[in-house]
């Protein structure tokens, strides 16, 4: 299974546009990288999920550069409510749901007002 | 979207006691669900993965006979704590896969408190 690494933390100002960037340097040929948010006391929540190129959807936009050694989750106009831990994971979604799936360190975003 | 309802949310146990939690895939089928712990401000450990009509497989450093895992049905696990100590409080959490557009569907959770 890839590891993936991330900045432990950020702070942003609300309204403001937050880029947070994964590194998967041995990222599997059928992998997929995914992300999710997290709040206090509760389960992660899935965002976005993508291959390869850019994938957009109500809530972020997720790059991949051609090497796909790398990710980077965007949310646009971060409010409050986005104060959450963000995870990016790595694996193969064609593997059945079998495929076990383990979580790095996170990113704990915090907005400021 | 897919729903996995996980229950119950909290619960206190004396030390020495066993405590069971439930979780549900709600609207669809879950051959295969994965058991974490999470401890104050670190990240999710997966614990186990439960596969219906077999036993589970269990991470290194995770007792099983501690942490008992029952996959009876497409739609159920559960996780039962055995003989629970003070150092198992944690926050418990299942996941299962819905679709592969969906990524894995999460509980919201059980807080487990020993005393």
């Known amino acids: 299974l890839a590891k993936t690494t991330q900045p432990i933390s950020m702070d942003s100002y609300e309204g403001q546009e937050v880029n947070i960037t994964c590194s998967h340097n041995n990222i599997a040929t059928n992998d997929y990288i995914t992300w999710y948010q997290q709040f206090p006391s509760q389960g992660p929540r899935f965002i976005i999920q993508?291959?390869?190129t850019k994938v957009t959807n109500e809530v972020a936009s997720l790059f991949i550069p051609a090497d796909r050694k790398s990710s980077t989750l965007s949310l646009p106009r971060v409010s409050l409510s986005d104060t959450a831990v963000y995870y990016c994971?790595?694996?193969?979604?064609?593997?059945?749901?079998?495929?076990?799936?383990?979580f790095g360190t996170g990113t704990k975003l915090q907005v400021i007002p | 979207g897919a729903v996995v309802s996980q229950h119950p949310s909290w619960v206190i146990c004396k030390s020495g006691t066993s405590v069971k939690i439930e979780c549900r895939s709600l609207d669809f089928q879950a051959t295969t669900m994965f058991w974490y712990r999470q401890f104050p401000k670190q990240s999710l450990m997966l614990m186990a993965t439960s596969n219906e009509g077999s036993k589970a497989t269990y991470e290194q450093g995770v007792e099983k006979d501690k942490f008992l895992i029952n996959h009876a049905s497409l739609t159920l696990s559960t996780l039962t704590v055995t003989s629970a100590h003070p150092e198992d409080s944690s926050f418990y959490i299942c996941s299962a896969m819905f679709g592969l557009d969906y990524g894995y569907t999460f509980g919201s959770g059980t807080r487990l408190t020993v005393v």
């Open positions: 994971l790595v694996g193969d979604p064609n593997s059945g749901g079998y495929q076990k799936v383990t």
């Open positions: 993508g291959y390869k």
